[in-house]
């Protein structure tokens, strides 16, 4: 199975997070199963396979439902590096699969490259795939904001799709990767590292997409339609578009932005029993702050609480300020 999972291995994945109850655990499985967020970007940007074939994939399954029936391992290996940044997470969830997994082999990972005492960039993953292909993986995960309107009048582009601190735009990031990450592994500096190629370059991009509530815009050539998408409003927006949402509500820190969330009854009373109303949660929005990702939930009926849908609350100069920033 692809990273590029079809609607069937989408459904999947949702089957399988209904059963995982570890939060890295469904981390881990929905960085590997979710689908990508772009398309192949021929010749250099392919993309990145978690499991080759079907058998791959039974075994990836395996392993991770007993992974989650004993998830300590993985805790301390999380636990021996003080990860705040939502990227390093993931790096360190792929690295883990890539150590003690069913399918490819690990060579390297965070490999510099350097001349003359410069670094060039360095590259994420080196492995070594079960058919013996040595691979090298570039990571990302990203969370942008569809910026444009749904209007038609210009074409859809990467560029509306813009972080939500306005510091990172996608059309950005794709470039980068395609003219300098992803040939790292192809130039001479990295020949004389010894690690012994050739290394076919491929991307692992996951993530959410975020569009305005009740916008459906039509998307760039570059994106898988089948991402990961959420909503977006604005503040003066949110009491109208939340009161029509039967939910609780939770913030999410930047580390939960993964999988779906899911808390069972101790998680929940732990979180202090309950979630907030949508006015509460406003109320504790400060006025100052920039967008904040909030998840819907709704219970079960074993306690279980589980994530209906997830979005951003933006000040309401934000729009403005995020369509400037994408017509750079």
């Known amino acids: 199975m692809s990273g590029a999972v079809g609607s069937a291995g989408a459904t999947t994945l949702a089957m399988l997070l209904t059963r995982l109850r570890d939060p890295a655990v469904r981390d881990l499985a929905w960085l590997l199963l979710s689908p ?42 999380l636990a021996a590096t003080r990860i705040t940044r939502l990227g390093r997470y993931a790096e360190r969830l792929l690295g883990w699969f890539l150590q003690h997994g069913p399918a490819a082999r690990l060579v390297a ?18 492995l070594e795939a079960a058919h013996g292909e040595r691979l090298h993986w570039e990571l990302a995960v990203k969370c942008y904001l569809h910026a444009g309107s749904e209007s038609g009048a210009e074409a859809p582009s990467l560029s509306d799709y813009v972080g939500p601190n306005l510091k990172d735009r996608f059309d950005l990031k794709l470039a980068h990767l395609l003219n300098h990450q992803l040939p790292l592994s192809a130039r001479d500096e990295f020949a004389a590292l010894g690690y012994q190629g050739p290394w076919t370059p ?37 009491p109208d578009f939340a009161s029509a949402q039967a939910a609780g509500w939770k913030v999410l820190p930047k580390l939960e932005w993964l999988a779906p ?35 819907a939930f709704a219970a079960q009926r074993d306690g279980t609480w589980i994530e209906c849908s997830r979005g951003f609350i933006v000040p309401d100069e934000w729009p403005a300020s995020a369509q400037n920033y994408a017509r750079q």
């Open 261 to 295: 969330r899911r808390d069972d009854s101790a998680g929940h009373e732990a979180s202090g029993g309950r979630y907030m109303d949508a006015p509460t949660l406003l109320a504790q929005l400060s006025p100052q702050a920039g967008p904040t990702l909030v998840a």
């Open 109 to 126: 990972a965070g490999v510099p490259l350097r001349r003359a005492g410069i670094t060039l960039g360095e590259c994420d993953f080196l």
């Open 36 to 77: 990508d967020l772009l398309c192949a970007q021929p010749p250099v940007g392919m993309l990145a396979r978690a499991f080759e074939t079907p058998d791959q994939t039974d075994a990836g399954f395996a392993w991770l439902t007993s992974l989650d029936a004993q998830p300590r391992p993985l805790h301390d290996y």
């Open 202 to 238: 491929q991307m692992f991009i996951k993530g959410w997409l975020f569009y305005r509530y009740g916008q459906t815009p039509t998307l760039p050539t570059e994106l898988d339609a089948r991402h990961g998408r959420g909503w977006w409003v604005t503040r003066s927006e949110w």
